[in-house]
């Protein structure tokens, strides 16, 4: 069964320093998402991807985020200048584009992101 | 300010009997409607969605949706040792947009 892909499943970080996620989403998917879950809390709602370009963003999808999808697979998100408070287990998802809605979305094992 | 609340447990039943598991909502246009389990240390994992008002049967899985209400369910018929695991209602508004997550209901089942 087709499944999302993260990488690194781990990322150790010193404060200030810039970080990348990583995503692979099925293969037939268009729509792409972020998400976090800071230990304990629920999961949040970052930012979304759809044709090439950002749908939609929360509160949290500060200048310091940003996403990319720079080849036809992989879709990045981009953390500038990493703070204390961005220690969180990051979701990536992604939904196929069907009709009349779309589908469920489906979620990457997430990366766990410790910020020393 | 876009709300799902849910009861956050823990919730513990005897193996064997029917977990029962709500969720409400605050947006009135919201079309689409989904729970997921999620295990400690790991991501959510879809257990059903649903659109309608209703019933609907997967396996053990049932999800009921009342729009009237903004209520949404799951029971857990046999629940099994393994079904424990938090539970995250989560509630779609329109095509292609984030889902809106409660903070999920912890279900405890006792062997």
């Known amino acids: 069964e087709p499944e999302v892909t993260q990488t690194p499943s781990h990322q150790v970080t010193q404060m200030g320093q810039e970080v990348i996620l990583r995503c692979v989403p099925i293969?037939?998917?268009?729509?792409f998402y972020w998400y976090r879950q800071i230990l304990g809390q629920k999961v949040e709602f970052l930012v979304s991807?759809?044709?090439?370009?950002?749908?939609?963003k929360s509160e949290i999808f500060d200048d310091q985020f940003s996403v990319e999808r720079p080849d036809g697979s992989n879709f990045t998100l981009k953390i500038r200048s990493t703070k204390l408070e961005d220690s969180a287990m990051y979701f990536c998802?992604?939904?196929?584009?069907?009709?009349?809605?779309?589908?469920?979305?489906?979620f990457g094992d997430g990366t766990r992101l410790s910020i020393l | 300010q876009k709300e799902v609340e849910q009861n956050s447990g823990p919730l513990s039943v005897p193996e064997g009997a029917i977990a029962s598991l709500n969720c409400t909502y605050s947006?009135?246009?919201?079309?689409?409607f989904f729970w997921y389990r999620q295990y400690s240390g790991k991501s959510p994992e879809l257990i059903m969605s649903?659109?309608?008002?209703g019933d609907k049967e997967d396996g053990r899985f049932t999800a009921q949706l009342n729009k009237a209400s903004q209520y949404v369910s799951l029971l857990i018929r046999d629940s099994q040792p393994s079904d424990s695991a938090t539970y995250l209602c989560?509630?779609?508004?329109?095509?292609?947009?984030?889902?809106?997550f409660g903070p999920g209901t912890r279900l405890s089942v006792l062997p």
């Open positions: 991807f759809y044709n090439n370009e950002i749908s939609e």
């Open positions: 989560a509630v779609q508004i329109n095509y292609g947009q984030n889902f809106v």
């Open positions: 947006d009135r246009v919201s079309q689409s």
């Open positions: 293969s037939n998917h268009l729509y």
């Open positions: 998802a992604s939904s196929e584009a069907g009709a009349p809605r779309t589908g469920p979305q489906h």
């Open positions: 649903i659109y309608s008002n």
